[in-house]
T-cell receptor
Framework: DSGVTQTPKHLITATGQRVTLRCSPR?????VYWYQQSLDQGLQFLIQ???????AKGNILERFSAQQFPDLHSELNLSSLELGDSALYFC????????????FGPGTRLLVL | AQKVTQAQTEISVVEKEDVTLDCVYE???????LFWYKQPPSGELVFLIR??????QNEISGRYSWNFQKSTSSFNFTITASQVVDSAVYFC???????????????FGTGTRLQVTL
């Protein structure tokens, strides 16, 4: 158990819908990262937050957004969902921004029908 | 841009065999970090090791060992006396240090699926 929690574990929804994925980092970690794992793209970095502020953006679609709240939990919002958004979404956390080890949550498996 | 290559897509071994998973990386930074993660069939990503670019000492942890060679930009992972529980997808990843306080996203390889059978 990494100490990072993600909810829900599984999510099935329809095209065009909007979903919110939630992540709670390990106790004391200030940095939260979101990654997407799909069959065709592999594991890709989406976005990072550090202590409530956006720190870096990767290959994140405009339909996707995230935020980190004062209690340090983070939410990833996916809207106007398409079939291709079906993937495993991971959250990871680390103590602060610079190159600490990232510990991953169990992931949220999203299926868009 | 940073890149990680895991050329072996899938490896099958019989239990108790030794197996080496290859990882080759590309980066322009002189300071960087290399990682290995394990993804068992249950799907979570489990951290195995982190190495910084200034430490080329090989590391051994039980049946696991890692060989870091800057000269060939490789960070290979060997499992000695493999067991069925080692069956998983193994990912090599790279993070560039950047400036203090800057982001440290992980760039992953495509993974190597290891199947250990009896």
């Amino acid at each position: 158990d990494s100490g990072v929690t993600q909810t829900p574990k599984h999510l099935i929804t329809a095209t065009g819908q909007r979903v919110t994925l939630r992540c709670s980092p390990r106790s004391g970690d200030l940095s939260v990262y979101w990654y997407q794992q799909s069959l065709d793209q592999g594991l890709q970095f989406l976005i990072q937050y550090y202590n409530g502020e956006e720190r870096a953006k990767g290959n994140i679609l405009e339909r996707f957004s995230a935020q980190q709240f004062p209690d340090l939990h983070s939410e990833l919002n996916l809207s106007s969902l398409e079939l291709g958004d079906s993937a495993l979404y991971f959250c990871a956390s680390s103590p602060w921004a610079a190159t600490e080890t990232q510990y991953f949550g169990p992931g949220t498996r999203l299926l868009v029908l | 841009a940073q890149k990680v290559t895991q050329a072996q897509t899938e490896i099958s071994v019989v239990e108790k065999e030794d197996v080496t998973l290859d990882c080759v990386y590309e980066t322009r930074d002189t300071t960087y970090y290399l990682f290995w993660y394990k993804q068992p069939p249950s799907g979570e990503l489990v951290f195995l090791i982190r190495r910084n670019s200034f430490d080329e000492q090989n590391e051994i942890s039980g049946r696991y060992s890692w060989n870091f060679q800057k000269s060939t930009s490789s960070f290979n992972f060997t499992i000695t006396a493999s067991q069925v529980v080692d069956s998983a997808v193994y990912f090599c990843a790279l993070s560039e240090a950047g400036y203090t306080g800057t982001a440290s996203k992980l760039t992953f390889g495509t993974g190597t699926r290891l199947q250990v059978t009896l």
